[in-house]
């Protein structure tokens, strides 16, 4: 098998194991909720070994993928613009009778399009300071700078829905 193969099957691993990773610290709050404090330790705890594995993962691809301005604009240019269409795609597609999804989706779209806004396109660079504070919506994803609002101004949610993230 090829380096490029390999690089392709490890890049597709990491990729995988740390989706993986997510959707399990998801369930693993949703199982607190349900008061089963148990299956949420475990599911944290798989999460965590997930994560690990997708870390190893990435340094042996230090390297071989992009550099950290390359990665930028691959995240504005490409993974950004395919996750609003894909949102556009689902609104477009869903069915009428369903308006709280519709809802959702186009709060999670106007979140996302709030993201590509950091991008300067024509300077190929990433609006950010070193001293920035951000925080994020809990509810629908709103990335606020410096403090957070008094409401999300996507989702209406209250201002402790925001996390700071650090």
Not at 64 to 73: A, G, V
Not at 84 to 111: F, G, K, V, W
Request: glycine share 4%; net charge positive.
């Amino acid at each position: 098998m090829s380096d490029s193969k390999n690089d392709h099957n490890l890049a597709r691993a990491y990729a995988l194991l740390s989706r993986a990773a997510k959707r399990k610290k998801i369930y693993a709050h949703k199982a607190a909720r349900s008061g089963r404090p148990e299956v949420a330790r475990f599911l944290r705890a798989m999460a965590a070994s997930e994560a690990s594995q997708a870390r190893r993962l990435f340094n042996s691809l230090i390297g071989k993928i992009d550099t950290s301005d390359e990665y930028l604009s691959t995240v504005f240019e490409q993974e950004v613009i395919d996750i609003l269409e894909h949102y556009s795609n689902t609104i477009a597609d869903a069915p009428a009778e369903r308006p709280a999804l519709l809802h959702m989706i186009s709060q999670l779209r106007a979140a996302e399009t709030r993201l590509r806004g950091f991008y300067s396109k024509d300077s190929r660079d990433v609006k950010v300071d070193n001293d920035t504070r951000y925080f994020v919506c809990q509810f629908c994803g709103y990335l606020s700078t410096g403090n957070p609002p008094g409401k999300c101004p996507i989702c209406t949610a209250p201002r402790d829905a925001f996390h700071e993230v650090t």
